[in-house]
């Protein structure tokens, strides 16, 4: 072999050893860009995921706090308020129909009233507003004779129960 041969034959051997490092490298481009969409999917179900669980955890939530307009009489009413052996006047109003969203609500207006203990009202107040049973729209206390903190007061709250159709 002479010289200028050897010399074409190192240039080719040269030349298809930088064409396979090119192939190669767009390769691994490739290879690369193709792992980091996957990863991106893989970020993107997941976090698709966790939404539907907060999406599901938010649904059972609103599904504890409702009742079921269907079949709920007033004795179902006070027992989801937890007032069944209450001595408190509670006046349940007639259901109307709300939309949010796609949800189709029932809003029952509600009146309780009674004569209590201000610790006892104050007491009630808390649960109503902690439970979140019922949306508080007003609250009235007032002093009945003399006032002092074991006296009674006349206790008055308004509010609305938000129901579903289950």
Do not use: C
Not at 23 to 30: L, V
Not at 53 to 77: F, G, K, V
Not at 142 to 156: L, M
């Amino acid at each position: 072999m002479t010289r200028s041969s050897f010399r074409r034959a190192w240039l080719i051997t040269l030349a298809l050893m930088i064409g396979a490092a090119m192939y190669a490298h767009g390769e691994y481009e490739d290879a690369l860009t193709k792992s980091h969409l996957m990863e991106k999917a893989v970020d993107r179900l997941t976090a698709e995921r966790r939404s539907g669980s907060q999406i599901t955890a938010s649904l059972s939530d609103l599904d504890s706090r409702t009742i079921d307009q269907n079949s709920s009489t007033r004795l179902d009413l006070l027992r989801y308020l937890g007032l069944e052996e209450s001595r408190l006047g509670i006046e349940f109003g007639n259901p109307s129909t709300k939309r949010v969203g796609n949800a189709e609500l029932t809003v029952r207006t509600l009146t309780i009233t009674g004569k209590l203990p201000y610790e006892d009202a104050m007491n009630q107040l808390d649960y109503f507003y902690n439970t979140k049973k019922i949306a508080i729209k007003s609250m009235e206390l007032r002093a009945v004779g003399v006032v002092n903190y074991d006296s009674s007061v006349e206790f008055s709250l308004k509010g609305e129960i938000y129901a579903l159709h289950k």
